[in-house]
């Protein structure tokens, strides 16, 4: 693939990469950052990465190594209110929403490993092993980050438990 083949990935994945990207920081402006810095790596090595075979999966890696080597803490900045705005969805509508709002606040707790991992279990549906091979550590580690991070969650955001025992 040319320089042709990296603007054809970046039209057809990107907003796949951007998804992964909003789901690991929970925040649109990080979310562009994140994808842009990968792009932009990847970009300088396209010809072979693009000579192994499927890209993605190494442009994923590399937007999560660039998420856990960013050095500033990059914590979710959100305004919690006690009520949420007057609106005429339907009741599905404004509890699905709400279930959306609660999740986001529950994340932002988290620090970027768990989130990762969640990302990747959970969302990526991939299997233990799997995560592992793709962050570079043990499994035990990643059943470490999936079991803290869930605990985690139960504690900050119950709610979220009696939603998937209604569904």
Not at 30 to 37: C, I, Y
């Given at each position: 693939?040319s320089?042709?083949?990296?603007?054809?990935?970046?039209a057809?994945?990107?907003?796949?990469?951007?998804?992964?990207?909003?789901l690991?920081?929970?925040?649109h402006g990080?979310?562009?950052?994140?994808?842009?810095?990968a792009?932009?790596?990847?970009?300088?090595?396209?010809?072979k990465v693009?000579?192994e075979?499927?890209?993605?999966p190494?442009?994923?890696?590399?937007?999560?190594?660039?998420?856990?080597?960013w050095?500033?803490?990059?914590?979710?900045?959100?305004f919690?209110?006690?009520?949420?705005?007057?609106?005429?969805?339907?009741?599905?509508e404004?509890?699905?929403?709400?279930?959306?709002?609660?999740?986001?606040?529950?994340?932002s707790?988290?620090?970027a490993?768990q989130r990762?991992?969640?990302y990747l279990?959970?969302?990526?549906?991939?299997?233990?092993?799997?995560?592992?091979?793709?962050?570079?550590?043990?499994?035990?580690t990643?059943?470490r980050?999936?079991?803290?991070?869930?605990?985690?969650?139960r504690?900050v955001?119950?709610?979220?438990?009696?939603?998937?025992?209604?569904?």
């Open positions: 693939m320089d042709e083949g990296f603007h054809e990935f970046v057809a994945r990107g907003l796949a990469l951007s998804r992964m990207a909003y690991l920081t929970g925040d990080l979310a562009e950052d994140l994808v842009q810095e792009l932009v790596k990847v970009a300088a090595r396209w010809r693009s000579r075979g499927d890209p993605e190494y442009v994923r890696k590399v937007m999560i190594n660039q998420l856990r080597t050095r500033r803490p990059r914590r979710l900045a959100f919690p209110t006690a009520d949420l705005p007057e609106s005429s969805p339907s009741a599905d404004s509890a699905q929403a709400e279930l959306k709002v609660a999740l986001l606040r529950a994340l707790v988290l620090g490993k990762i991992v969640l279990r959970f969302y990526e549906d991939l299997s233990e092993s799997a995560v592992a091979a793709q962050l570079g550590c043990s499994i035990g990643v059943k980050h999936t079991h803290d991070a869930l605990k985690r969650l504690q955001a119950p709610r979220l438990l009696e939603a998937e025992v209604r569904s």
